[in-house]
């Protein structure tokens, strides 16, 4: 059974920081290529950031040189450290797991963030 379990989200003033977790079970972490979207009310839900199998990462515009996105292979765990964080980066942040040709996907069951003003 594949899970992917959240952590580290939270309440911050606007100009803080965060870091968020995600470990996963039941996949061969090393392979999959890890993400993290966001999903605002009313919206459809966006990547934020994405990294490799092999180490290349993907930012959001939006996001672009403040959250960085790493994961620790050892420890089935990706990160997400958001620095110089916004109000409007308020909203549910989820993770996901893509097999090698995004044959499987999979997702976790979200940590709310909320940066205020």
């Known amino acids: 059974q594949v899970q992917l379990v959240e952590s580290g989200g939270g309440l911050v003033q606007a100009g803080g920081s965060l870091r968020l977790s995600c470990a996963a079970s039941g996949i061969i972490f090393s392979i999959h290529t890890m993400g993290w979207y966001r999903q605002a009310p009313g919206k459809q839900r966006e990547l934020v950031a994405s990294?490799?199998?092999?180490?290349?990462?993907n930012y959001a515009d939006s996001v672009k040189g403040r959250f960085t996105i790493s994961r620790d292979n050892a420890k089935n765990t990706v990160y997400l450290q958001m620095n110089s964080l916004k109000p409007e980066d308020t909203t549910v942040y989820y993770c996901?797991?893509?097999?090698?040709?995004?044959?499987?996907?999979?997702w976790g069951q979200g940590t709310q963030v909320t940066v205020s003003s």
């Open positions: 990294i490799s199998s092999g180490g290349s990462t």
């Open positions: 996901n797991a893509q097999s090698p040709a995004f044959i499987y996907v999979y």
